[in-house]
Structure formats: C-alpha cells, structure tokens
C-alpha cells in the first residue's frame, strides 16, 4: 500500500515539473493560479515600462511559467512571487508602480541599474517587504511619507542616488523591525529625525556623504549600534559624548568631515575619549577633517582600535607614549596637525601598524630607529615635518613597505643602500631635503616600484646610475634639482612603462640617446637647465610627447618636425645658443636682434630727456626677482596629484618654467588657431615682441632694463598693431621692427 502511495506522488511530482514551462497551473487551487497570474501581469508591466539593452528579460513572456523568470523567486509552493534580484542588469527607466501588485513581494532589489525618476510611493502597499535595496541608480527626489506602512522592512538602502530632501519622520514612526539603513551618497538634507530612536532594532546607520545637519540626535541612545557611519556631512555641536558613552557594542565609529568640534570650545579630546573606553569593541575611528583642537590623551590607548585617522585637525603637543597600547593598530594617519616634540619609542610596538602618516606636523628631531620594529608596515608618511640627521638604515627593515614619504624635511647624509632593499615598494619620496652623495646602485632592488621614484630637490651627485633601467614599471621618475653629472644611458628605455621624466637642473651632459624614441608610454620629459649637447633625436617625434622641455643646453642644428614638435612652443627651446628650426629663431640672429635692441635703447636714452622723478615709482624687476617671488613656478598635480609637489610640478613643467597654457587665456590660443594666415602672421610679430620685451627686461644690468612706462608705452603700440594698424613699428622702444626680422 505505501509502494502504491509512493507512485502516485511520483508520479504527480513528474506531471508538475514536466507541465511548469507551459506554466499549466491545473493542480493547483484556482485562488493560486490567480495569485501567479497577477503577479506575472504586474511583471510584464514593469517590463514594459524599461529599456532592457542585455536582454535580461528576454524569457519574461506570457508563455514561460513566472517563476522562471530570471531574478524571480516565488515560495516554494510556487504560490507567489516573493523577491525581485535584478542586480547589475543595466535596465533603463522608471520603476513601475505596478510592483505593488506583488502583494506577497519580501526582497525588491534593484541594484547596480540605470532607473531614473523618483521612487513609487505605491510601494509602500507592499506589506510583507523586508529588504528595499534600490543601491546604484539614478533616482532623485524624496523618500515617500507612506513609507512608514513598510512595518516589516529589515533592510533599507538607497546608496548612491541622487535622491534630495529630508528624512520623513514618519518612516521611523514604526520601525521596531529596521536594522540596516544605508542612504549614503546622495544629496539629503536636513537634520536626522528625533524618531530615529524607535528603530530599536537598528545596527548599522549609513548616512555619509550627505548633506545634514545639526546634532546627532540623542534618541540613538535608545538603539544598540555596531555602526555609525555619517562623514561628509555639515553635522555640528560638540562630539557626541552623549552617544558613545552609552554603546558599548560600537564597532566603527566614522564622524570625519563635519563641523564638530572638542569640548571646552574646542580644546579638549580627553572627555570624548574617555568616554571611548565604555566602547569596549572599538576597531576604527575617525575623526579627520573637523579642526578638532586639543592634546591626544592617554587614553587613546583603546586595546582593540585597528584604524585611527585623525588627520587635518588642529591637535597639539606631543604623542602620547600610550600609543603603544594598541596592539591591534593597522592604521595610524595624524597627517596636518601641530604635533610637536619627539615620536615615542612606543611606538615600535605596534606590531602590526601597516600605514604610518605623521606628514605635516612640526616634529624636530631625528627619525627614531624604533620604527624598524613595524615590520607589518606598509604606508609611512613622515614627510613636511622637520626631521634632521640621516634617514635611519633600519629602515630598511619593513620589508612589507609600500609607501614611504619623507620628503619636506630637514634630513641630510647618503641615502642608505639598505633603505631601497625594500622591494614591495610601490612609492618613494625623498625630495626636499637635504641628501648628499650618490644615488646607490641598489636602487636596482626596486625594480618592481609601480609608481614614482622622486628624489628630487636635495644635494646627490654623481652620475645617474645605469641602474634606473631596472625600473621597467615605473610610472614617474624625478631627480631634478640636484648635482647629477654625466650622460642619460641608452639604456633608459628600458624603463618601458614611464610617462614622467624629470631631470632638470642638474649638470648632466653628452647627447640625448636616440633610444628615448623607445619609451612609448612617455608623456612628460623635462631636461632643462643642464649641459647636455648635440643634436636633438628625431626619435622624439614618434611618441606621444605632451610636454618637453629642452630649455637651456646646448642643443645645436635644426629642430625635428613632427609629433610633439608640431605643437611645441619656442619655450621648449630657450637657451639653446645653436638651435635653429621652423618653429624657433636661429641663436645668430637672436643674439644679433637683442644686441640691436639693446644698442638703439642705449643710443635712445642718450637722446630723451632726463627720466622725471615720478618713473621711480615704476621699478625694474629682473628674472631672477620675479622667480624668487613667485616660488619658481606653478604647481599642477593632475593624475599624480599625491605625488608630492616636486614630482607635481615635473608634470606641468620644469621648476623655473610655466608653459604658456598656465597664464594666456585657453580660448585665445584657440582662437589663434582658427584665424586666416594674415591675422596669424599677426599674432607671430605679437609673440616675437612679447620676447623681445621680456628678454630686455631680464637684463640684469638696470641701465639696460626699460621702465614700466617704456614697457607699457610699447604694449600699447603693441595693442594697436593688432587693431590693426600695420603701420606701428616697435623701433621707438624696442630698437627693431617686427617687419624687418625676414630680412636680417
């Protein structure tokens, strides 16, 4: 009798599994096969209001039985849908109300998509929701009110929309079930609702990147929290003492970019982390970007911290030696701040410390060798401080080092050889100190740095060691502004993935090998201001060159055509006493036209009048003057903007040089391309007298400078040259004529 019973089930489990992709319901209930077929018209609806461009919905038709429908779930009676997944299916277009016809709908996520529009307040019709996640998208507008009928909703998360307005404190009225909440990255506004505190059952609050403000409300007391995450917004008041006092469960406390402030008018830390220590599960806190002000206290020595980022406050004194009790500690960021005094040698215990960044403070003293102990490390930062003596050679000990800043300081002596047995090393930034001796041969080592290299802006000397050729990843490589002699190597191009180079002010010579034609990655090179000699590699022309900077050497023949050459400004070029080319005036005629202008000023001033009183109201500033002032020149980062400013400014140019983009008008050169060949011709003279003008006044001689009223007397013939009037010469004030330059 069983074995009978047996076979019947069998046998219509067989019937409903061959007859379910005909979606034939006829063994179920008719309220069942009702219910499926709402739900599938509510489906193809929604179907119908999208754009759907990889055909994920390709089997959403009449004739497919609805719970085979991809991303759909029904019971497992099969007798409703109960959750929509079309997570990452780049569907386009509104969310259709016609959702809410699900009515035993549990899970809706929509994740990763393209719908725009606001969100259905239909949707709060769905009863039996549990987890709303529409993450990814790019829906604007409110929550809606009626959200607060979701009574059974666990999840919530709205990431990364552009939804605006302010909380409905409604949506917390009856909340008891809500334990994730995630409305980062959008553009709320306001300030968080006191009714926050009746999602009871709340663990995790995800509001960054927003825009709310006000206080942290109070109620949040009433909540047992493992997260508050709400940086990047305009909260204020003092740091929430009242709130973490009361949750010892709090696991990642992130307030970083907002207006709070420390207690006692922004002085004192100690009450807040006092209060910390009730936080007995504290792994990562974050409090950067805020101006906070006071000491670090001793009890900062939380035993389970894992990360604490206090960076850009205005926190004073010195580390305290409390700092060691943090065994757990992985990251230690107090970049920008007033710390002073000396770093504790406690700090070597934190045994699995990976990132260190005490960059921008005023510590004066030399780097402790108890830093050697961090074996874990894999950041240290200790660069805009004032740290002297030599760069301790144990160092060279963190093995696990990726990051290592220590630029901007006052550090002097070699570069130790085991400092570059680093091997994971991916950035090094020694610039702006004061190293002397030559750059070690174990640089080879670092053969696998990704990055940059950046020594620049110190005291080595000596040749440029061949092997840099080892570095065949790097990225950016600059030792400018240092005493390097001898030749650039052929071998450079083995350096195949480097877009940056920068050796400029330094004493290098010989000619430049026609192997840089190799490097078909480089964007950026930039020798200026040394001796290097012979003819310029047509080589040059083949890559994609955006910037070069060859100015003052002692390049001679002609200047290649073709590629970077093409767009190349005679700024490229200056200095080179025997360079000729199209694009550039041969060193003959440029010494022989300033020569000339400087004899018919001279021969001029004989004949005027002697200067009235008031032109010494005018003075006249030399090169040297106006680059002391100035800092040398402009800094733009772009792509390596967390380079360091030396390796910034090797992007956009040499120390000592602003390309022309820098300061005329991107509209105007535009415009000077798109003008007829008599209006371009123009515009050459125009150029070729702003040089002359300002070689003239660079004259270091003050006899041989011209006023600020001569200046602005021929800026003003200059100006009606271009208004047209051909007929203004320059011979006046500058000795020469524009139109007599073919025929010197």
């Given at each position: 009798?069983?074995?009978?019973?047996?076979?019947?089930?069998?046998?219509?489990?067989?019937?409903?599994?061959?007859?379910?992709?005909?979606?034939?319901?006829?063994?179920?209930?008719?309220?069942?096969?009702?219910?499926?077929?709402?739900?599938?018209?509510?489906?193809?609806?929604?179907?119908?209001?999208?754009?759907?461009?990889?055909?994920?919905?390709?089997?959403?038709?009449?004739?497919?039985?609805?719970?085979?429908?991809?991303?759909?779930?029904?019971?497992?009676?099969?007798?409703?849908?109960?959750?929509?997944?079309?997570?990452?299916?780049?569907?386009?277009?509104?969310?259709?109300?016609?959702?809410?016809?699900?009515?035993?709908?549990?899970?809706?996520?929509?994740?990763?998509?393209?719908?725009?529009?606001?969100?259905?307040?239909?949707?709060?019709?769905?009863?039996?929701?549990?987890?709303?996640?529409?993450?990814?998208?790019?829906?604007?507008?409110?929550?809606?009110?009626?959200?607060?009928?979701?009574?059974?909703?666990?999840?919530?998360?709205?990431?990364?929309?552009?939804?605006?307005?302010?909380?409905?404190?409604?949506?917390?009225?009856?909340?008891?079930?809500?334990?994730?909440?995630?409305?980062?990255?959008?553009?709320?506004?306001?300030?968080?609702?006191?009714?926050?505190?009746?999602?009871?059952?709340?663990?995790?609050?995800?509001?960054?990147?927003?825009?709310?403000?006000?206080?942290?409300?109070?109620?949040?007391?009433?909540?047992?929290?493992?997260?508050?995450?709400?940086?990047?917004?305009?909260?204020?008041?003092?740091?929430?003492?009242?709130?973490?006092?009361?949750?010892?469960?709090?696991?990642?406390?992130?307030?970083?970019?907002?207006?709070?402030?420390?207690?006692?008018?922004?002085?004192?830390?100690?009450?807040?982390?006092?209060?910390?220590?009730?936080?007995?599960?504290?792994?990562?806190?974050?409090?950067?970007?805020?101006?906070?002000?006071?000491?670090?206290?001793?009890?900062?020595?939380?035993?389970?911290?894992?990360?604490?980022?206090?960076?850009?406050?205005?926190?004073?004194?010195?580390?305290?030696?409390?700092?060691?009790?943090?065994?757990?500690?992985?990251?230690?960021?107090?970049?920008?701040?007033?710390?002073?005094?000396?770093?504790?040698?406690?700090?070597?215990?934190?045994?699995?410390?990976?990132?260190?960044?005490?960059?921008?403070?005023?510590?004066?003293?030399?780097?402790?060798?108890?830093?050697?102990?961090?074996?874990?490390?894999?950041?240290?930062?200790?660069?805009?401080?004032?740290?002297?003596?030599?760069?301790?050679?144990s160092l060279g000990d963190l093995l696990q080092l990726s990051f290592l800043f220590l630029n901007n300081?006052?550090?002097?002596?070699?570069?130790?050889?085991?400092?570059?047995?680093?091997?994971?090393?991916?950035?090094?930034?020694?610039?702006?100190?004061?190293?002397?001796?030559?750059?070690?041969?174990?640089?080879?080592?670092?053969?696998?740095?990704?990055?940059?290299?950046?020594?620049?802006?110190?005291?080595?000397?000596?040749?440029?060691?061949?092997?840099?050729?080892?570095?065949?990843?790097?990225?950016?490589?600059?030792?400018?502004?240092?005493?390097?002699?001898?030749?650039?190597?052929?071998?450079?191009?083995?350096?195949?993935?480097?877009?940056?180079?920068?050796?400029?002010?330094?004493?290098?010579?010989?000619?430049?090998?026609?192997?840089?034609?190799?490097?078909?990655?480089?964007?950026?090179?930039?020798?200026?201001?040394?001796?290097?000699?012979?003819?310029?590699?047509?080589?040059?022309?083949?890559?994609?060159?955006?910037?070069?900077?060859?100015?003052?050497?002692?390049?001679?023949?002609?200047?290649?055509?073709?590629?970077?050459?093409?767009?190349?400004?005679?700024?490229?070029?200056?200095?080179?006493?025997?360079?000729?080319?199209?694009?550039?005036?041969?060193?003959?005629?440029?010494?022989?036209?300033?020569?000339?202008?400087?004899?018919?000023?001279?021969?001029?001033?004989?004949?005027?009048?002697?200067?009235?009183?008031?032109?010494?109201?005018?003075?006249?500033?030399?090169?040297?003057?106006?680059?002391?002032?100035?800092?040398?020149?402009?800094?733009?980062?772009?792509?390596?903007?967390?380079?360091?400013?030396?390796?910034?400014?090797?992007?956009?140019?040499?120390?000592?040089?602003?390309?022309?983009?820098?300061?005329?008008?991107?509209?105007?050169?535009?415009?000077?391309?798109?003008?007829?060949?008599?209006?371009?011709?123009?515009?050459?003279?125009?150029?070729?007298?702003?040089?002359?003008?300002?070689?003239?006044?660079?004259?270091?001689?003050?006899?041989?400078?011209?006023?600020?009223?001569?200046?602005?007397?021929?800026?003003?013939?200059?100006?009606?040259?271009?208004?047209?009037?051909?007929?203004?010469?320059?011979?006046?004030?500058?000795?020469?004529?524009?139109?007599?330059?073919?025929?010197?």
């Amino acid at each position: 009798m069983a074995f009978i019973r047996l076979f019947f089930i069998l046998l219509l489990q067989h019937l409903v599994s061959s007859s379910a992709n005909a979606d034939s319901a006829s063994f179920y209930p008719h309220h069942h096969r009702h219910s499926l077929q709402k739900d599938k018209t509510a489906l193809l609806e929604f179907k119908r209001s999208i754009f759907d461009p990889n055909s994920t919905l390709s089997n959403w038709e009449e004739a497919v039985f609805v719970c085979n429908f991809t991303g759909i779930t029904c019971d497992k009676h099969h007798n409703h849908v109960i959750q929509i997944n079309l997570t990452g299916s780049k569907l386009v277009g509104k969310i259709s109300p016609f959702i809410s016809n699900l009515t035993h709908l549990r899970y809706l996520i929509l994740d990763d998509n393209h719908f725009i529009g606001t969100i259905p307040p239909e949707l709060s019709s769905l009863q039996h929701l549990q987890t709303l996640s529409l993450m990814k998208n790019n829906l604007t507008g409110p929550i809606p009110d009626t959200f607060s009928l979701l009574t059974n909703l666990t999840f919530f998360s709205v990431r990364e929309n552009s939804l605006t307005g302010s909380l409905p404190p409604t949506f917390f009225s009856n909340c008891t079930k809500l334990g994730n909440v995630d409305l980062s990255y959008n553009f709320f506004a306001g300030q968080i609702p006191a009714e926050i505190g009746n999602c009871q059952g709340l663990w995790t609050l995800n509001l960054y990147n927003n825009q709310f403000t006000g206080q942290l409300p109070a109620s949040l007391t009433n909540v047992t929290l493992y997260n508050l995450d709400v940086e990047y917004n305009l909260l204020s008041g003092e740091l929430p003492l009242y709130l973490v006092g009361k949750q010892p469960t709090l696991m990642f406390l992130h307030l970083s970019y907002n207006n709070m402030t420390s207690h006692d008018s922004n002085t004192n830390l100690y009450p807040f982390f006092a209060a910390l220590r009730n936080c007995t599960e504290l792994e990562e806190l974050e409090l950067a970007g805020m101006g906070l002000g006071g000491t670090l206290p001793s009890s900062i020595g939380h035993p389970n911290l894992i990360r604490i980022e206090l960076q850009e406050n205005r926190i004073f004194g010195s580390i305290p030696p409390e700092i060691g009790n943090l065994p757990n500690l992985n990251v230690l960021n107090l970049t920008s701040n007033l710390l002073n005094g000396t770093i504790p040698e406690e700090i070597g215990r934190l045994s699995r410390l990976e990132q260190l960044s005490l960059s921008h403070n005023f510590f004066n003293m030399t780097i402790p060798a108890a830093l050697a102990k961090l074996l874990h490390l894999g950041l240290l930062d200790l660069s805009n401080n004032n740290f002297c003596g030599e760069i301790p050679a144990s160092l060279g000990d963190l093995l696990q080092l990726s990051f290592l800043f220590l630029n901007n300081n006052l550090l002097s002596g070699a570069i130790p050889p085991k400092l570059l047995k680093c091997t994971k090393l991916n950035k090094l930034d020694l610039s702006h100190n004061k190293l002397t001796g030559r750059i070690p041969q174990e640089i080879a080592e670092l053969r696998e740095i990704r990055i940059f290299i950046n020594l620049s802006h110190n005291f080595l000397e000596g040749p440029l060691p061949i092997e840099l050729s080892k570095l065949e990843n790097v990225l950016a490589m600059d030792l400018s502004s240092n005493n390097l002699s001898g030749n650039i190597f052929p071998q450079i191009s083995s350096c195949i993935a480097v877009e940056v180079i920068n050796f400029s002010y330094n004493s290098l010579q010989g000619q430049l090998p026609d192997s840089l034609g190799e490097l078909r990655n480089l964007k950026s090179f930039d020798v200026s201001r040394n001796n290097i000699s012979g003819m310029i590699p047509k080589s040059l022309s083949k890559i994609n060159l955006t910037f070069l900077n060859l100015s003052y050497n002692n390049f001679e023949g002609t200047i290649p055509t073709g590629g970077i050459f093409n767009s190349a400004t005679n700024m490229s070029f200056l200095g080179n006493q025997h360079l000729c080319g199209k694009a550039f005036m041969c060193c003959v005629i440029g010494i022989r036209r300033v020569k000339l202008m400087v004899s018919s000023r001279r021969t001029e001033r004989s004949r005027k009048p002697p200067t009235p009183e008031i032109t010494q109201n005018f003075p006249r500033i030399t090169y040297r003057e106006l680059s002391e002032a100035t800092g040398g020149a402009g800094n733009g980062a772009g792509p390596f903007e967390n380079m360091g400013n030396s390796t910034a400014n090797m992007l956009t140019g040499s120390i000592g040089y602003i390309a022309p983009e820098k300061v005329v008008d991107s509209s105007l050169i535009r415009a000077s391309r798109d003008q007829s060949t008599e209006v371009k011709r123009m515009w050459e003279v125009a150029i070729g007298e702003l040089i002359e003008l300002g070689i003239l006044c660079t004259q270091e001689t003050p006899s041989t400078r011209p006023t600020m009223l001569d200046a602005a007397d021929d800026l003003d013939r200059l100006k009606r040259y271009l208004s047209g009037d051909t007929t203004a010469t320059f011979a006046s004030s500058l000795g020469i004529s524009s139109s007599t330059l073919d025929d010197d």
